[in-house]
């Protein structure tokens, strides 16, 4: 009996069942990477607040240098996600829109033009330490978000505020006032443009009772020779 003919005829058959094995996986390589490079990257948008400086007539203007600090914020303010509320106890974030920059830094950077713009104070400072004996204003982020409700919807917003005064010296500034603001902008559309919008008059509004309430406090201060 003849079996070396056998085992030939298996390992061609064995041969072949392999190089077929071989082939389609090849096939089904090229063909995911058809499938990858056909996948579309899904697109993220960045948002930021826009608003004009608030125009607040009758403040004299005051010999008085300002050194605003980069803000801080609590989480789950402290990163780029836009955050809403939609029920008790739950918070959310939008997946592909995010804010163009931090709130706290965005919340700093504008409070810092609209102190400027106002013609109020003698000079603002945000990139360079100021001169000694500068006003030191601080600030914290507690609320940033988008809160939802059954009838409505709108931008929420709360900035915790310190104004302090330095000597010159070595010793401890001196804490002038500390006040948190509150803001609740309604928005009619439920998507992000809408709360950044809704957020933007928000900081608009928070801004222009800051700033005088700052020029009422160094006013004050001034007066009494402090």
């Given at each position: 009996?003849?079996?070396?003919?056998?085992?030939?005829?298996?390992?061609?058959?064995?041969?072949?069942?392999?190089?077929?094995?071989?082939?389609?996986?090849?096939?089904?390589?090229?063909?995911?990477?058809?499938?990858?490079?056909?996948?579309?990257?899904?697109?993220?948008?960045?948002?930021?607040?826009?608003?004009?400086?608030?125009?607040?007539?009758?403040?004299?203007?005051?010999?008085?240098?300002?050194?605003?600090?980069?803000?801080?914020?609590?989480?789950?303010?402290?990163?780029?996600?836009?955050?809403?509320?939609r029920r008790k106890f739950g918070r959310h974030?939008?997946?592909?829109?995010?804010?163009?920059?931090?709130?706290?830094?965005?919340?700093?950077?504008?409070?810092?033009?609209?102190?400027?713009?106002?013609?109020?104070?003698?000079?603002?400072?945000?990139?360079?330490?100021?001169?000694?004996?500068?006003?030191?204003?601080?600030?914290?982020?507690?609320?940033?978000?988008?809160?939802?409700?059954?009838?409505?919807?709108?931008?929420?917003?709360?900035?915790?505020?310190?104004?302090?005064?330095?000597?010159?010296?070595?010793?401890?500034?001196?804490?002038?006032?500390?006040?948190?603001?509150?803001?609740?902008?309604?928005?009619?559309?439920?998507?992000?443009?809408?709360?950044?919008?809704?957020?933007?008059?928000?900081?608009?509004?928070?801004?222009?009772?800051?700033?005088?309430?700052?020029?009422?406090?160094?006013?004050?201060?001034?007066?009494?020779?402090?």
């Open positions: 009996m003849n079996t070396s003919g056998k085992r030939g005829l298996v390992s061609l058959k064995q041969m072949a069942k392999s190089f077929w094995l071989i082939i389609a996986l090849i096939a089904l390589l090229c063909l995911g990477g058809c499938l990858n490079l056909k996948r579309k990257t899904p697109a993220f948008y960045y948002y930021t607040l826009e608003y004009a400086a608030p125009q607040i007539p009758d403040l004299n203007p005051l010999n008085a240098d300002i050194y605003v600090e980069r803000f801080v914020a609590v989480p789950p303010f402290d990163t780029d996600r836009m955050i809403y509320r974030a939008y997946l592909y829109h995010r804010w163009q920059t931090r709130p706290a830094g965005t919340a700093s950077f504008l409070l810092a033009r609209d102190l400027r713009e106002s013609h109020a104070f003698h000079r603002i400072y945000r990139e360079y330490l100021p001169p000694a004996g500068a006003y030191r204003l601080k600030g914290v982020v507690e609320d940033f978000l988008g809160w939802d409700s059954p009838d409505h919807r709108e931008a929420v917003l709360r900035l915790r505020i310190i104004l302090s005064k330095g000597n010159g010296s070595d010793e401890k500034e001196t804490t002038l006032f500390e006040k948190t603001y509150l803001a609740r902008r309604s928005t009619k559309s439920e998507d992000p443009r809408g709360l950044a919008r809704a957020m933007s008059q928000a900081l608009k509004e928070v801004s222009a009772r800051l700033i005088k309430d700052i020029h009422r406090v160094i006013e004050r201060q001034n007066l009494s020779g402090q």
